[in-house]
């Protein structure tokens, strides 16, 4: 092999070693790091995982937030208007979070039902609704507006 | 009757657009000097009419004209008048407007600061930008006009703008990072025409560089100032997410800056030619899908406007062609590309080529953690999110790998080094880095962990190296110390750039160690400490402001026990949409940001807050004002003047 081709084959080498090592890496942190969406109805039956970081997301049910009295821990049910998932928080909600409005909550399910949230989505926009929780509503047939579009404008 | 000359203006940019895009370059190919100077007057026309469009859409912002549909729906006659005029785009269609501003900025730019381009490179550089104007000038007239109106029902008031985008960083932030965007298709006009001409040379790559360097810093600043104003307004004291927007703006910036070195070698060495015009096509084409993934609002955040599968489909075509036509022309012509001259295993070049394949896996990993929850979106296999997790594991020991690099390839030489000589170079940085990184973790309250660590150590390299490179530099002149104040600009650039890069990584690894927030329930009396700070809440008062009511916390903050500062956060009822904004209060420093924000009201007197203590926050974005400079420095440098009246004359002669 003349030194130029060696050259060549070294850079290669170097290039399918780092693609490869960059592959891995990443497909082994893609895989531990997706969090799916789940629908409170799919939570409902049983669909979910339990102990495993996932998304849930729906309407807030009016009148269903609790706060603790002397901590920051707060109580709430989330619906897609089919079934009703119970959501514990520990934290501040964000300002768009109001009762009737739809969110998306991020944590894990515990072994009794309820959903333990470590972080809180909602839109800073009065009429959004988060795209996974129109789909779910529209799922349910229980889209409370004319459709999803109009809503998300 | 303003808006309507607006939309002429508009229509009539089209056809200058068109014409740009068409004329000059048919001139080239055909040799035809007369249709290749029409490409400056055309593109000067192209900006008038496209800055007359937008002055229209801001006068009507500026006098609360609510007939236009696209006013009515973003502004308020309570607004003062700068968040009027910043207005413009704080929605889809004149955020597009700006876009076009942008381009038609920098086309006109190029149209005049181009004499010392050849003739007929000129003309297809220009006609490239008039295509891609064409093509976003169709996009505004057809899909997303900002010019529509109410007619006859005009509402009395508007709908006011997002109490969000109320803020300075309306101001500045889209501005700059479109800037940036819209630059590298300078780049890729650049790129293209050398393609078309067959002239991939030195000269090209010159004439190339300060417009990418200078895209590039814009860009940098653009990203930074995003961050910054999410530090402060969105309430929570994050400077970044891993939103799938902001990751649409740091794909083009790991692009880009590989870019910026890729063309330093290829103008230096005459090397990697079809590899520089590959990154100045790809920078480009993360800037369209950038656009495509924020404007057609496949992505639901901050940022994404009211989606329409319309304009969607429009821009992902837009895309499909500039990616598609650029891809198969570079297909057709790269390979004829041939290096002029070779280089050994230890020289800079392979040190640059390191750098270039560990940004653009990054950004691969980026775009891959953005696209996929998409694309199993597509395919119906479900709703997912990728979490900050994924990109952290990567960026990590990525970043960490790209600093080691920088180090090792701002010593070794052009062309070849003996491994001896480059281990003479650098032990000394090495162990100063060693002893300097040591001696800061132990200055740290607490040990930080593997990864910062070697972080820190990291900078210090980077400042290290740094200081043998113009050490080596300075060393043999009479004077040493004079000649450290006598190298070019480019040189200061870099030196500014990649100091920018070790203030950063400092930033980030402190920030991301050493910050502590907690959430409370406070009553008036209530306190809280972190290290020597302590918070006392003492009362909420209802200030009202010009189109607002706001609940403003008052917080004592005693250092070592003494009265240092108060603080005021607020929140905020914007009357006019019934917006709740949370306006954060934060106390900045070069080493720590004391930022407190207001949750909700809870039962009785009693506010859930958020109190934070961030070591070293500033220095993020410290880091990136340094890049940016250090971009604009290597931009101006004179040399790029001189030598390109050079290379005209050796191009004519």
Not at chain 1, 61 to 90: C, N, P, Q, W
Not at chain 2, 45 to 65: E, I, K, R, T
Not at chain 2, 257 to 264: E, G, I, Y
Not at chain 2, 590 to 619: N, T
């Given at each position: ?6 050259k060549?084959?070294y ?15 990443t497909l ?32 807030v ?21 089919e ?38 989505l ?14 779910a ?6 889209m ?10 | 009757?303003?808006?309507?000359l607006?939309?002429y ?44 469009s ?25 607004l ?15 955020s ?32 490239v930008?008039?295509?891609?104007a ?107 997410f ?25 103008e ?9 015009v ?35 489909f ?12 650029s ?172 100091a ?14 050493f ?12 306190r ?43 929140k ?26 207001l ?44 030598q ?10």
């Amino acid at each position: 092999m003349n030194p130029k081709r060696k050259k060549r084959l070294y850079i290669v080498l170097f290039i399918v070693f780092g693609v490869a090592v960059a592959v891995g890496l990443t497909l082994f942190a893609l895989n531990q790091n997706i969090n799916l969406f789940y629908s409170p109805t799919q939570i409902a039956t049983g669909e979910a995982p339990t102990d495993t970081r996932i998304r849930a997301g729906g309407m807030v049910v009016d009148g269903s937030v609790k706060r603790a009295a002397d901590s920051l821990d707060v109580m709430f049910e989330i619906t897609d208007y089919e079934k009703t998932v119970s959501v514990h928080y520990s934290g501040i909600l964000p300002d768009l979070f109001r009762e009737g409005q739809g969110i998306v909550a991020q944590g894990e399910l515990d072994s009794q039902g309820v959903f333990q949230a470590v972080e809180v989505l909602a839109k800073h926009d009065e009429n959004y609704m988060p795209a996974e929780v129109a789909e779910a509503l529209e799922k349910a047939g229980k889209m409370p507006m004319p459709s999803g579009q109009e809503f998300n404008k | 009757m303003i808006p309507e000359l607006g939309q002429y203006a508009l229509i009539l940019s089209l056809c200058m657009s068109v014409l740009l895009g068409f004329v000059p370059l048919i001139g080239a190919a055909r040799n035809n000097a007369l249709w290749c100077g029409f490409a400056r007057p055309l593109a000067v026309a192209l900006f008038g009419f496209v800055l007359f469009s937008f002055l229209c859409l801001a006068w009507a912002f500026y006098s609360n004209d609510f007939s236009v549909a696209y006013v009515a729906s973003n502004s308020n006659s309570a607004l003062p008048w700068y968040f009027r005029l910043s207005a413009v785009w704080g929605g889809h269609e004149g955020s597009l407007l700006l876009w076009l501003l942008i381009l038609a900025g920098w086309t006109v730019a190029v149209a005049i600061k181009s004499d010392n381009l050849p003739d007929d490179m000129r003309a297809r550089v220009l006609a490239v930008m008039g295509l891609i104007a064409t093509g976003f000038i169709l996009f505004v007239l057809f899909t997303s006009s900002p010019f529509e109106r109410y007619l006859p029902q005009m509402p009395q008031e508007g709908a006011d703008l997002n109490p969000l985008l109320q803020d300075f960083g309306l101001i500045v932030h889209p501005p700059m990072l479109y800037m940036g965007y819209v630059g590298f298709s300078v780049a890729f006009a650049f790129a293209i025409a050398a393609l078309l001409s067959g002239r991939l040379d030195a000269a090209w790559a010159r004439w190339s560089r300060p417009w990418t360097n200078i895209a590039w810093a814009f860009l940098t600043l653009g990203i930074a100032l995003g961050s910054w104003w999410a530090y402060y307004e969105l309430g929570w004291g994050g400077w970044w997410f891993w939103d799938p927007v902001e990751n649409a703006s740091l794909m083009p910036w790991l692009v880009g800056t590989a870019l910026v070195h890729s063309l330093a070698v290829t103008e230096k060495r005459g090397v990697f030619k079809s590899w520089t015009v590959l990154l100045a096509i790809f920078a480009f084409s993360l800037s369209l899908l950038g656009t495509f993934l924020v404007r057609s609002g496949v992505l639901t955040s901050v940022h994404a406007f009211a989606s329409d599968p319309d304009r969607g489909f429009f821009i992902l075509a837009l895309l499909a062609i500039a990616i598609g036509g650029s891809l198969l022309l570079y297909a057709f012509k790269a390979s004829h590309v041939k290096s002029e001259s070779s280089f050994g295993f230890v020289s800079r070049e392979t040190l640059l080529l390191v750098n270039n394949v560990l940004l653009t896996v990054s950004c691969a990993t980026v775009l891959l953690g953005t696209l996929y929850p998409l694309l199993i979106d597509a395919l119906g296999l479900g709703k997912l999110s990728v979490g900050p997790p994924y990109f952290n594991a990567l960026f990590v020991p990525l970043g960490l790998l790209l600093m080691i690099s920088l180090g090792v390839g701002t010593l070794v030489r052009w062309k070849q080094t003996s491994g001896a000589l480059m281990l003479q170079q650098l032990w000394l940085p090495g162990v100063l880095a060693l002893v300097a990184g040591a001696l800061s973790v132990v200055s740290l309250p607490e040990f930080p962990g593997v990864w910062v660590s070697v972080g820190l150590v990291l900078a210090w390299w980077i400042v290290f190296t740094g200081l043998r490179d113009l050490f080596n530099r300075v060393r043999a002149k009479s004077s040493p110390f004079g000649a450290v104040f006598k190298q070019s600009r480019a040189y200061y650039g870099m030196m500014f750039a990649h100091a920018g890069v070790a203030v950063l990584v400092v930033g980030v690894a402190l920030v991301s160690t050493f910050s502590e927030h907690s959430d409370l329930r406070m009553e008036p009396g209530d306190r809280k400490a972190f290290n020597d700070y302590e918070f006392v809440f003492e009362r909420m008062d209802k200030v009202d402001g010009p189109n607002f009511h706001s609940d403003t916390g008052v917080i004592q903050v005693l250092y070592k026990g003494k009265p240092y500062t108060t603080m005021y956060p607020e929140k905020r009822l914007y009357t006019a949409r019934n917006n709740v904004m949370t306006e954060a209060a934060i106390d900045p420093g070069l080493f720590r940001d004391l930022y407190v924000a207001l949750g909700e009201s809870l039962d009785g007197d009693a506010w859930a807050i958020r109190v934070q203590y961030k070591p070293f926050v500033r220095w993020i974005w410290l880091g990136g004002l340094l890049m940016t400079l250090g971009g604009i420095l290597a931009a101006t440098d004179p040399r790029y003047r001189k030598q390109a009246r050079r290379d005209m004359a050796a191009q004519s002669a």
